[in-house]
């Protein structure tokens, strides 16, 4: 047996066993993917927000160069 033959079934039985655990513990899981979806959209809406302020901040300094007086 190859090395990536036994990586694909150690995974193989590793999501068996993850189905199997889910199945036995439903109220668990769920309370589980509720707190990651959670996590992500608040990554998702941080990361919106830093790139709107980021991207406004960029509008706003080159809509007023600094002028140079010349006398």
């Given at each position: 047996m190859s090395n990536t033959a036994a990586i694909a079934t150690m995974f193989e039985l590793a999501?068996?066993?993850?189905?199997?655990?889910?199945?036995?513990?439903?109220?668990k899981f769920v309370r589980f993917e509720d707190k990651l979806a959670?996590?992500?959209?608040?990554v998702i809406i941080r990361h919106r927000r830093k790139h709107r302020l980021h991207k406004l901040s960029k509008s706003r300094t080159n809509s007023f160069p600094d002028s140079k007086v010349v006398a």
């Open positions: 999501a068996i066993l993850l189905i199997i655990w889910g199945l036995c513990h439903e109220n959670k996590i992500i959209a608040n």
